[in-house]
């Protein structure tokens, strides 16, 4: 019997209507297109901002999404993981409530935060899942709200950030293709460069904090952009190194979207050429946990089976790592 390994067989994605352009920022705060995009190459975000609506609500259009292009029986789902910086409230599960409104009704689901390595975490963890043989059918979401932590008045953060969701699915495969190897790593001393720091347990919301903006995301630029860089390029260069792969071998980087400088310096450090570089930066933002997929979503036409691809991300925490995929199918698109 043959070694059972994790493969993605779908994805499915969703991003708000509303597009928050750069032309649309220099009104609100004081920058201009010129300065975003020449820092970041961001040239517009979306935002959901319709009152009531959570990350969940991202999270169930990109699930339906998946689960109408795949013909998927919600049912046979097993497990239903959101990764997601911005769940919809403390204590209650984000993804129990995407999983119940899916029709996901036989399978358990939890919630993962890593910030912006959440996906990237959590493709390790519905990994591990089929690859144990336990169950079949692990659908991944990375959904992030970010502007409902974003102050738009902080020129630092709000240009950076939008909101989206994608989603994969993880079933056994019989052909070594999918998950094979990952490098992950932490470093909790970086937490004070990159957190919302009220709202949580530590500093529980009051209402001197609410009126001095400190349920708002702060990050001190520089010090993120320095490990960002370095830890990202490292991981996927350690990922190459271990599976004795050159860059020739490799079809893709799938890197995560915070700035377009750091995705290039990781691309630069494997040697890979740019038309191999997944990006869509331009057009999302930073939408924390859903850059990945999101490329994914937008790049699966492109995808052949037997493809390899080396996923990259770096986030608050400090999070990072990489991990080597091969693709399953090839897209009917």
Known sequence: MSKISAAITAVGGYVPEYVLTNQILETM?????EWITTRTGIKERRILKDDGKGTSYL???????????????????????????TPDMKA????????????AINAFSFDMDAACS???????????????GRYKNVLLIGADKMSSI???KDRATCIIFGDG???????????????????????????EFLQATYGGSTYPINVQAVEEGRQFAFQEGRTVFKNAVFNMADAASKILERNKLTNHDV???VAHQANKRIIDATANRINL???KVMINIEKYGNTTSATLPLLLFDYESQLKKGDKLIFAAFGGGFNWGSIYLTWAYNSNN
């Open 29 to 33: 705060v004081d920058t201009n297109d």
């Open 59 to 85: 999270a169930i259009k990109a699930a339906q999404d998946l689960i109408n292009k795949k013909g998927i029986n919600p049912k046979d789902i097993e497990l239903v993981i959101v990764a997601t910086a």
């Open 92 to 103: 209650a599960s984000t993804a129990s409530f995407t999983a119940t409104e899916i029709g």
């Open 118 to 132: 959440s996906f990237l975490y959590g493709m390790s963890v519905a990994a591990s899942y089929i690859e144990s």
């Open 150 to 152: 974003i102050n738009y």
């Open 165 to 191: 969701a994608g989603a994969v699915l993880f079933e056994p495969n019989q052909e070594n293709l999918g998950f094979q190897d990952e490098y992950l790593r932490s470093d909790g001393s970086g937490r």
């Open 251 to 253: 079809d893709w980087l």
């Open 273 to 275: 050429e740019e038309e």
